[in-house]
């Protein structure tokens, strides 16, 4: 019976000291910035670790084809990748925070949240 108190109080200490350092992984997922590109780089989108978009750069030649439709296409792509990139920055950021604790569903989490499978 002890014991469970005792995993039950370290569970709660884990969560006290990631409670405190997640405040500074956000502040540094803000301050990373990652790319997304389409169209061999006619369009780059430009988002930080929070998966804000930051910036929205066209290439001229881009717009001067005047195929809308395309161009369209282009910036969603750009964007999806550059997300898919903020989004494996977070999951870094989250599994360094969690530094080595074994916190359950927390792989499993990480995985559904880029995309990718479960790190055992």
């Known amino acids: 019976m002890f014991g469970a108190l005792g995993n ?4 709660v200490k884990q969560a006290q000291q990631i409670g405190g350092r997640l405040e500074g992984v ?7 910035r990652v790319t997304g590109s389409a169209g061999g780089g006619m369009v780059e989108v430009e ?3 929070l998966q804000d978009v930051l ?13 809308r439709e395309l161009l369209e296409d282009l910036i969603v792509a750009a ?8 989004r494996h920055l977070h999951s870094d950021a989250m599994k360094a925070l969690a530094g080595g604790m074994e916190l359950p569903g927390l792989n499993e989490a990480l995985a559904r949240m ?6 055992p």
């Open 26 to 32: 956000t502040e540094q997922l803000r301050a990373q």
């Open 55 to 67: 910036q929205c750069r066209l290439d001229p030649a881009a717009l001067a084809q005047g195929d």
């Open 8 to 11: 039950l109080a370290s569970l």
């Open 114 to 119: 880029t995309g990718s499978s479960p790190t």
């Open 79 to 86: 964007t999806n990748q550059a997300i898919t990139k903020a």
């Open 47 to 49: 988002v930080n670790g």
